[in-house]
């Protein structure tokens, strides 16, 4: 039997509940008595450290209690100091939660917000949100490492916690104006209600008119919102205008399920969907691409010093399932993971996953089988070097059963080719026996095949299209010098490229290019032979020079049967860059000596594949001899700018303008130096650099003179190419 209190410990524990209750009672008279103060000496304090912190002047009408826990303000306004306005908002009401306040929490019951407007500038560099970006300074104390799982943690909490259970907002106006744009959302209404979000926005004076609803309960981190319009599509403002970027869709919903904090970790299960996702931009494709439907179980797992997405994240493209995971490391050292997998899909379910206008070639395709994705990619920022690199499609039973828009065995047989230079056509050869320069692949003399094939793709024949290895290396060069250059394209994709697809240099063409590189190779569209074959016949070696036979009879006056391992190796150097081909030589028709190096580079690839004989004299680079008639078109430049020309990529093979350019726009002249002629710092530092690469020993003045005009020509001549490439 239980043994009854004490009747003494049952009066001492009275007692001291009636003088808690007692405390308590004077204590919230006390500060219900003096609340009005104390909220004059809070707003007080707030307009201190507004100013002081971020230079912000706040002004508040008037400021009362209106109930137990309720307090309204009238005419509040913010403005930056030397600034425009920044904040007005006529009427704001707010309620707190009295047990949370309690424990020093903040949990906001009721808000009611009426006739506000924030107004965001940016006139001429000057922008009244800046504070927004500027750092406190704080020399009492010392950086410490944050913790990004904490930091995630606190964060979602802290503006869940500041997400009323009831809202009213009527009129609020948000605007944004700079020099070349101006965008206004106005708020018309918004209302949470019983856990449910309703809104009304119009958009740009009646543009618009969108809707921001579902359900809302921060509190139980439950929270489930769509975004959509009135009979037609959301569109982004601004960002067409700013980024040249176009996004519509029709509904784009969002969840939050679940967020927790274990282990150290941070982990938040989320879903995104989108409905009728219309993207253009001129990066990407030439044409809009869209994505009928699209969806994503996303779960963000934050570390103490990662964020991912994990591997349970699942992305939804139709029928297709795609299994990703992506992490980055940011110390001790930063680390990028990027993993992608399928499981077995249907092949056509695959394709029909595809978003529409992203890979028009392929439209229309009819398959069979079934096909399996795996993409692994490992990159420790230390070891740039030692970078991971796997991609492999798998089939099972894979067939074609009809081509899309696009034959792709249109290469099986005579077909018409028409190269592109700068984007215009130049004119159209027939790829085959009827053209008198289309030369067989047992009419090239070995030497030449070989010198390319171990320049440009040494496991030609036996690779599947794609050289991984290749591509890890062009990984690991394109990190380290910060910027996207030509490398991991073999012949199968070089061919590709130009036969099969436009011109223009976008990410959907790249991936639409590696798509059908895959389908020829794993599915015998057509034979090695015939791909070198007809690789050899349209590649470009000069302006307005395709095909091995209009380049040997070019620069050498000889059929491709004839061309020496010398002549071949030549051939092979210029591929990148071959409108530059003739830099490559002297006016006495010999080879310029900065090109030994690279003779003797693949000589010695090509000894090492028996391919040739170890020759310690060059692999023929002293027997090279240009065609006497072109030698008068050898401009007598300096080494050092020949070396720069002969260096400068193809404009039809750098797929580095898709993604980055390190150009800058030339500068012009202002009003007064125009007016007298006087030339800025950039000119004369152009001008000293042009002085330092002639050697002027043994010349006279006028020599120098005239080989600074040429200089100066060439120079000329490679800003307009780089304008013409856009990239200037």
């Given at each position: 039997?239980?043994?009854?209190?004490?009747?003494?410990?049952?009066?001492?524990?009275?007692?001291?509940?009636?003088?808690?209750?007692?405390?308590?009672?004077?204590?919230?008279?006390?500060?219900?008595?003096?609340?009005?103060?104390?909220?004059?000496?809070?707003?007080?304090?707030?307009?201190?450290?507004?100013?002081?912190?971020?230079?912000?002047?706040?002004?508040?009408?008037?400021?009362?209690?209106?109930?137990?826990?309720?307090?309204?303000?009238?005419?509040?306004?913010?403005?930056?100091?030397?600034?425009?306005?920044?904040?007005?908002?006529?009427?704001?009401?707010?309620?707190?939660?009295?047990?949370?306040?309690?424990?020093?929490?903040?949990?906001?019951?009721?808000?009611?917000?009426e006739d506000g407007h924030l107004n965001l500038t940016d006139i001429k560099h000057v922008k009244n949100f800046d504070f927004l970006f500027k750092k406190k300074k704080d020399t009492t104390q010392t950086?410490?490492?944050?913790?990004?799982?904490?930091?995630?943690?606190?964060?979602?909490?802290?503006?869940?916690?500041?997400?009323?259970?009831?809202?009213?907002?009527?009129?609020?106006?948000?605007?944004?104006?700079?020099?070349?744009?101006?965008?206004?959302?106005?708020?018309?209404?918004?209302?949470?209600?019983?856990?449910?979000?309703?809104?009304?926005?119009?958009?740009?004076?009646?543009?618009?008119?969108?809707?921001?609803?579902?359900?809302?309960?921060?509190?139980?981190?439950?929270?489930?919102?769509?975004?959509?319009?009135?009979?037609?599509?959301?569109?982004?403002?601004?960002?067409?205008?700013?980024?040249?970027?176009?996004?519509?869709?029709?509904?784009?919903?969002?969840?939050?399920?679940?967020?927790?904090?274990?282990?150290?970790?941070?982990?938040?299960?989320?879903?995104?969907?989108?409905?009728?996702?219309?993207?253009?931009?001129?990066?990407?494709?030439?044409?809009?691409?869209?994505?009928?439907?699209?969806?994503?179980?996303?779960?963000?797992?934050?570390?103490?010093?990662?964020?991912?997405?994990?591997?349970?994240?699942?992305?939804?493209?139709?029928?297709?399932?795609?299994?990703?995971?992506?992490?980055?490391?940011?110390?001790?050292?930063?680390?990028?993971?990027?993993?992608?997998?399928?499981?077995?899909?249907?092949?056509?379910?695959?394709?029909?996953?595809?978003?529409?206008?992203?890979?028009?070639?392929?439209?229309?395709?009819?398959?069979?089988?079934?096909?399996?994705?795996?993409?692994?990619?490992?990159?420790?920022?230390?070891?740039?070097?030692?970078?991971?690199?796997?991609?492999?499609?798998?089939?099972?039973?894979?067939?074609?059963?009809?081509?899309?828009?696009?034959?792709?065995?249109?290469?099986?047989?005579?077909?018409?080719?028409?190269?592109?230079?700068?984007?215009?056509?130049?004119?159209?050869?027939?790829?085959?026996?009827?053209?008198?320069?289309?030369?067989?692949?047992?009419?090239?003399?070995?030497?030449?095949?070989?010198?390319?094939?171990?320049?440009?793709?040494?496991?030609?024949?036996?690779?599947?299209?794609?050289?991984?290895?290749?591509?890890?290396?062009?990984?690991?060069?394109?990190?380290?010098?910060?910027?996207?250059?030509?490398?991991?394209?073999?012949?199968?994709?070089q061919l590709i490229k130009n036969t099969f697809l436009s011109r223009e240099k976008t990410l959907s063409r790249k991936i639409e290019e590696i798509l059908i590189v895959w389908l020829i190779e794993n599915?015998?569209?057509?034979?090695?032979?015939?791909?070198?074959?007809?690789?050899?016949?349209?590649?470009?070696?000069?302006?307005?020079?395709?095909?091995?036979?209009?380049?040997?009879?070019?620069?050498?006056?000889?059929?491709?049967?004839?061309?020496?391992?010398?002549?071949?190796?030549?051939?092979?150097?210029?591929?990148?860059?071959?409108?530059?081909?003739?830099?490559?030589?002297?006016?006495?028709?010999?080879?310029?000596?900065?090109?030994?190096?690279?003779?003797?580079?693949?000589?010695?690839?090509?000894?090492?594949?028996?391919?040739?004989?170890?020759?310690?004299?060059?692999?023929?680079?002293?027997?090279?001899?240009?065609?006497?008639?072109?030698?008068?078109?050898?401009?007598?430049?300096?080494?050092?700018?020949?070396?720069?020309?002969?260096?400068?990529?193809?404009?039809?093979?750098?797929?580095?303008?898709?993604?980055?350019?390190?150009?800058?726009?030339?500068?012009?002249?202002?009003?007064?130096?125009?007016?007298?002629?006087?030339?800025?710092?950039?000119?004369?530092?152009?001008?000293?650099?042009?002085?330092?690469?002639i050697d002027t020993v043994g010349k006279t003045k006028k020599q120098i003179r005239q080989e600074k005009r040429a200089l100066k020509k060439l120079e000329k001549e490679r800003q307009k190419e780089l304008?013409?490439?856009?990239?200037?």
């Amino acid at each position: 039997m239980m043994q009854r209190l004490n009747s003494r410990y049952i009066r001492i524990a009275g007692i001291i509940i009636i003088v808690l209750v007692v405390l308590l009672g004077i204590g919230g008279y006390i500060a219900y008595s003096k609340r009005g103060a104390l909220l004059e000496r809070a707003i007080a304090k707030a307009k201190l450290k507004a100013k002081k912190d971020y230079n912000l002047n706040l002004n508040i009408g008037s400021a009362s209690f209106s109930g137990l826990s309720t307090v309204s303000f009238s005419n509040i306004i913010v403005v930056p100091d030397g600034r425009d306005s920044l904040l007005s908002i006529k009427k704001f009401d707010i309620s707190v939660k009295l047990m949370p306040l309690i424990f020093g929490n903040v949990k906001l019951s009721d808000v009611v917000l009426e006739d506000g407007h924030l107004n965001l500038t940016d006139i001429k560099h000057v922008k009244n949100f800046d504070f927004l970006f500027k750092k406190k300074k704080d020399t009492t104390q010392t950086k410490s490492k944050v913790d990004l799982a904490e930091l995630a943690n606190n964060l979602i909490n802290q503006v869940l916690y500041k997400i009323p259970d009831n809202l009213n907002l009527k009129n609020f106006l948000i605007t944004f104006t700079s020099d070349s744009t101006k965008a206004k959302l106005l708020t018309q209404t918004a209302e949470i209600r019983n856990g449910k979000l309703s809104s009304t926005i119009i958009v740009n004076d009646n543009a618009a008119t969108w809707h921001l609803a579902g359900k809302m309960h921060p509190s139980d981190k439950d929270i489930a919102l769509s975004l959509y319009a009135d009979g037609k599509k959301v569109e982004v403002p601004f960002v067409e205008q700013r980024y040249h970027l176009k996004v519509n869709f029709d509904t784009i919903t969002t969840r939050l399920d679940k967020e927790e904090n274990s282990g150290g970790t941070t982990k938040i299960y989320g879903y995104w969907s989108v409905r009728n996702l219309t993207i253009n931009h001129p990066g990407l494709s030439s044409t809009d691409i869209v994505v009928p439907n699209g969806s994503i179980d996303a779960n963000v797992f934050v570390g103490k010093n990662y964020v991912s997405l994990d591997s349970s994240s699942r992305i939804y493209l139709r029928k297709a399932i795609i299994k990703p995971y992506l992490k980055y490391q940011l110390s001790p050292v930063k680390i990028y993971t990027a993993k992608v997998n399928t499981d077995w899909l249907n092949a056509q379910d695959v394709f029909d996953a595809f978003p529409q206008g992203m890979f028009d070639s392929l439209e229309g395709i009819q398959v069979s089988g079934k096909l399996k994705y795996h993409l692994h990619l490992f990159l420790d920022t230390s070891q740039p070097d030692s970078v991971q690199f796997e991609s492999a499609l798998t089939k099972d039973n894979f067939n074609i059963i009809k081509y899309g828009k696009t034959d792709l065995g249109k290469l099986n047989k005579p077909f018409i080719y028409t190269p592109y230079e700068k984007g215009k056509p130049m004119p159209a050869r027939t790829i085959g026996p009827s053209n008198p320069d289309y030369t067989p692949l047992d009419q090239i003399s070995a030497n030449a095949r070989n010198a390319v094939m171990t320049s440009e793709d040494p496991s030609f024949y036996t690779n599947h299209g794609f050289a991984v290895e290749s591509i890890r290396r062009s990984i690991a060069t394109d990190f380290k010098e910060h910027k996207f250059k030509r490398g991991g394209s073999t012949i199968s994709m070089q061919l590709i490229k130009n036969t099969f697809l436009s011109r223009e240099k976008t990410l959907s063409r790249k991936i639409e290019e590696i798509l059908i590189v895959w389908l020829i190779e794993n599915n015998n569209v057509m034979s090695k032979n015939r791909m070198l074959e007809v690789y050899f016949n349209i590649v470009e070696w000069g302006r307005n020079i395709y095909g091995i036979s209009e380049a040997s009879h070019y620069y050498f006056g000889k059929s491709p049967s004839e061309l020496t391992q010398g002549e071949g190796i030549y051939l092979a150097s210029i591929l990148p860059h071959p409108k530059t081909g003739l830099y490559s030589f002297l006016p006495d028709g010999t080879l310029r000596p900065s090109l030994h190096g690279y003779f003797n580079m693949i000589g010695r690839m090509m000894a090492g594949h028996g391919l040739t004989d170890v020759d310690t004299s060059g692999y023929g680079y002293s027997s090279v001899r240009l065609k006497a008639g072109l030698r008068q078109e050898i401009a007598p430049v300096p080494a050092s700018v020949a070396d720069s020309l002969m260096k400068q990529t193809n404009d039809d093979d750098d797929d580095s303008a898709l993604l980055n350019s390190q150009s800058q726009p030339e500068k012009k002249p202002t009003f007064f130096q125009r007016l007298f002629g006087k030339k800025d710092s950039a000119e004369i530092k152009k001008e000293k650099k042009i002085e330092s690469e002639i050697d002027t020993v043994g010349k006279t003045k006028k020599q120098i003179r005239q080989e600074k005009r040429a200089l100066k020509k060439l120079e000329k001549e490679r800003q307009k190419e780089l304008k013409d490439k856009g990239l200037l």
